[in-house]
């Protein structure tokens, strides 16, 4: 599968975006997509999870600022980001996993202004 992440871009401090992430086929068989972030030094974290029962699950210092939802009609995955802070600042990947197999978005850069 091919993921395309869209929707990053540069906002001040206490802004939104949305991202969105969309697939190259239906995103029913996968287990669980997510929403992962590198900021420039540091490793890779997970941002928001969904799995195909809807469950969700969110780093702590994204919860209640953070929704992750996918819409399988449309095949794709969406972040809407609240009050953003300057640590929010890296590039975001969406992520999909299915059994052992999981495959990754090009990335799309999010930066906070302070």
């Known amino acids: 599968v091919q993921l395309q992440a869209s929707g990053g871009g540069l906002v001040q401090g206490g802004g939104s975006l949305r991202l969105s992430c969309a697939a190259s086929?239906?995103?029913?068989?996968?287990?669980?997509m997510g929403w992962y972030r590198q900021a420039p030094g540091r490793q890779r974290e997970l941002v928001a999870s969904l799995t195909a029962g809807r469950t969700t699950n969110y780093a702590d210092s994204v919860k209640g600022r953070f929704t992750i939802s996918r819409d399988n009609r449309k095949n794709a995955l969406y972040l809407q980001m609240g009050t953003l802070r300057p640590e929010d600042t890296a590039v975001y990947y969406c992520?999909?996993?299915?059994?052992?197999?999981?495959?990754w978005g090009q990335g799309t850069l999010v930066t906070v202004s302070s």
């Open positions: 086929r239906n995103i029913f068989s996968f287990n669980v």
């Open positions: 992520n999909a996993k299915q059994g052992s197999i999981s495959s």
